[in-house]
T-cell receptor
Framework: GQSLEQPSEVTAVEGAIVQINCTYQTSGFYGLSWYQQHDGGAPTFLSYNALDGLEETGRFSSFLSRSDSYGYLLLQELQMKDSASYFCAVRRNQGGKLIFGQGTELSVKP | GAGVSQSPSNKVTEKGKDVELRCDPISGHTALYWYRQSLGQGLEFLIYFQGNSAPDKSGLPSDRFSAERTGGSVSTLTIQRTQQEDSAVYLC?????????????FGAGTRLSVL
């Protein structure tokens, strides 16, 4: 079967750094994506890793270790607007189908 | 259009009725996906269209679910004889063919409530 594990909830304060982990077990792996979803909103793309290492995009970074079947999303200088759900998703092959984790709800407190 | 458009935004139906959900992808995007999201849960893959290739239907939960894509653009997801467990938000996404990062652009979804 296919499974992705990520924490259900994370709480942090404004200005802090938070890391959201994702471990996966899938038959086939091509890349790991991260999406953000605000309450009642559409998921929006944040980051993608196909190779081991760190990808940085502004305040957000994403890391992948293929040998450990593990990745994380790092959010720096947290802002209240970062309160949302964050999903990791595995792309198993060159096709576009994604398998999503259950999501991590991030609450940013003042 | 500027983004992925889905209609209706909300649909309330009675158990046993058929429903049709519509998705207009971003112009020029050849890949189109349907996902289902139950309250507080992740996105569950349903079906994937890529250009003229046969669709990947591996996520459809039962034969009551079907989808088509006409002219390589608009897609309709049909649920026949709806059941209460079909209640969820149905999300559509589109992407460029074989884009390196496979960025999927999502619509706002259709919230389906089966009474």
């Amino acid at each position: 079967g296919q499974s992705l594990e990520q924490p259900s909830e994370v709480t942090a304060v404004e200005g802090a750094i938070v890391q959201i982990n994702c471990t996966y077990q899938t038959s086939g792996f091509y890349g790991l994506s991260w999406y953000q979803q605000h309450d009642g909103g559409a998921p929006t793309f944040l980051s993608y890793n196909a190779l081991d290492g760190l990808e940085e995009t502004g305040r957000f970074s994403s890391f992948l270790s293929r040998s450990d079947s593990y990745g994380y999303l790092l959010l720096q200088e947290l802002q209240m607007k970062d309160s949302a759900s964050y999903f990791c998703a595995v792309r198993r092959n060159q096709g576009g189908k994604l398998i999503f984790g259950q999501g991590t709800e991030l609450s940013v407190k003042p | 259009g500027a983004g992925v458009s889905q209609s209706p935004s909300n649909k309330v139906t009675e158990k046993g009725k058929d429903v049709e959900l519509r998705c207009d992808p971003i112009s020029g995007h050849t890949a189109l996906y349907w996902y289902r999201q139950s309250l507080g849960q992740g996105l569950e893959f349903l079906i994937y269209f890529q250009g003229n290739s046969a669709p990947d239907k591996s996520g459809l939960p039962s034969d009551r679910f079907s989808a088509e894509r006409t002219g390589g653009s608009v897609s309709t997801l049909t649920i026949q004889r709806t059941q209460q467990e079909d209640s969820a938000v149905y999300l559509c996404a589109s992407s460029l063919r074989l884009a390196a990062k496979n960025i999927q652009y999502f619509g706002a979804g259709t919230r389906l409530s089966v009474l």
